[in-house]
């Protein structure tokens, strides 16, 4: 299936300050604002923490840029949920809790992406709200492709 690239948003790439995240026992930590190591564009790099135990669950960022390997193949979300906070949904809540974040920064819309037998993020993506638009092939240049992986599924995910 061949996606064309949306029009880009007017996107500030200057860090803002996200103030309190928190959805429950869910509370995002800022840990840095910092250029991807990989995709090289301004990110957010948050530390997931459950505030019963205080123990980092995992981590999220949000990417800051609008270029084909964003767009179609990284998207603009990363994140990992440890195993033993699996189950409680901490990777949509997260999303949810970053997307006034993004729209300060004047996005109507963001991609995320994963792998296709990648259930629990597919899973993840529906409970933020978004929607699945179709599955892309990973060109051979890409780096994911390199790493073994072929297609990658894409979500729009609306924050305005």
Not at 85 to 114: D, E, M, N
Not at 117 to 131: D, F, K, M, V, W
Request: some cysteine; overall charge neutral; glycine content about 8%.
């Amino acid at each position: 299936m061949k996606f064309q690239m949306d029009i880009a948003p007017n996107i500030s790439t200057a860090p803002l300050d996200p103030g309190p995240l928190k959805e429950g026992e869910l509370r995002l930590e800022l840990a840095e604002f910092t250029p991807h190591a990989i995709h090289q564009v301004p990110t957010y790099h948050f530390r997931m923490i459950d505030a019963q135990s205080g123990s980092e669950a995992g981590s999220i960022n949000l990417r800051l840029g609008w270029d084909e390997n964003l767009t179609l193949y990284a998207g603009h979300f990363g994140y990992g949920v440890d195993e033993a906070f699996r189950g409680r949904r901490y990777a949509s809540r997260s999303v949810t809790l970053l997307k006034p974040l993004a729209q300060q920064h004047g996005y109507t819309h963001l991609w995320i992406t994963c792998n296709p037998e990648n259930i629990a993020s597919r899973r993840s993506c529906e409970l933020a709200g978004a929607e699945f638009i179709g599955t892309v092939d990973l060109p051979e240049s890409s780096q994911y492709y390199a790493r073994g992986m072929r297609q990658k599924c894409r979500y729009r995910l609306e924050v305005a």
